[in-house]
């Protein structure tokens, strides 16, 4: 009788060890697997993605000669404004920043690495794609998908202690992140805070910081300023990136003010140039 108990007690205990451990497996199991969250490997890291807007990556514009600034902001709007709930970057300079460094999203780095924002390898994990810019096929980050990079971004501006000051700013104060942004030497462009500004104002990205804010939207009126243009003769032994280096301009510019599809110039060929001042 004795030993009958000993054998229940046994089985009863070995049962409930075995029931403990299953619950653990299953735990663990579903805490693996975020719903709805992209991840993509990078630096040592895990980038984080948003959550899928409607399912789709964002890719680049089938049809670039028809994709507008409008459909820019209208496709990455959502994707910066929930970068600023998670990271205190203004939208709308993350917005405009997406809009000038990628050409409205049809420039070449864009459309080959879905890379919005010009950032390049350093110690970079993941695919690389090569691209004229301060020197000649300089390695840039290569995303599969175009809400990567704008992660990326985030993280670039917060992981790195010269942009901290900015997050001492107003969050709603574009201006002085526009202009600290160079400061911190994000940008050589003595230009690239008005190009901001300009960009926010023109298309009014400062509803979106209201937005997160939830506060009331200001209203400015917006004056674009001409833009000054010289015209450039190629002479021999030019190359684009020499000509843009020299004028204070970027290979991008030059390609996009000129509809040049690659930087392939000749003798004689006048280019026109913006001028930064």
């Not at 497996?25 to 899928?52: A, F, H, L, Q, Y």
């Not at 514009?61 to 998670?86: G, K, Q, S, W």
């Not at 780095?109 to 350093?122: D, P, S, V």
């Not at 160079?182 to 190009?195: E, I, L, Q, V």
């Amino acid at each position: 009788m004795r030993f009958n108990r000993i054998f229940i007690l046994f089985f009863c205990a070995l049962f409930a060890v075995s029931c403990g451990s299953k619950k653990k497996v299953i735990t663990t199991k579903k805490d693996s697997k975020r719903e709805g969250i992209i991840t993509e490997p990078s630096e040592n890291r895990v980038i984080e993605g948003v959550k899928p807007l409607g399912g789709a990556p964002k890719l680049p514009p089938v049809n670039p000669r028809l994709y507008t600034v409008e459909d820019y902001i209208r496709d990455f709007a959502a994707v910066a404004m929930e970068e600023m709930r998670l990271y205190n970057i203004p939208a709308s300079v993350t917005l405009a920043q997406g809009i000038l460094e990628s050409g409205g999203g049809k420039g070449n780095l864009t459309m080959r690495a879905n890379n919005h924002f010009g950032i390049k390898c350093h110690d970079w994990k993941g695919e690389k794609v090569y691209h004229d810019d301060d020197a000649r096929d300089e390695c840039f980050r290569k995303y599969k998908d175009a809400r990567y990079s704008y992660r990326d971004h985030s993280l670039f501006l917060t992981e790195r202690k010269r942009y901290a000051k900015l997050f001492d700013l107003d969050k709603d104060d574009y201006k002085g992140w526009a202009r600290g942004l160079r400061k911190a030497g994000y940008a050589t462009d003595r230009r690239y805070p008005d190009k901001l500004i300009g960009l926010i104002e023109r298309y009014r990205l400062y509803q979106y910081d209201a937005d997160v804010l939830k506060r009331p939207s200001p209203s400015y009126t917006y004056t674009p300023e001409e833009p000054e243009s010289v015209t450039y003769r190629v002479k021999k032994g030019d190359t684009l990136y020499a000509i843009a280096k020299e004028h204070n301009t970027t290979v991008e510019d030059l390609q996009r003010f000129n509809n040049l599809r690659d930087t392939n110039i000749a003798i004689g060929q006048k280019l026109v140039i913006i001028s930064p001042e």
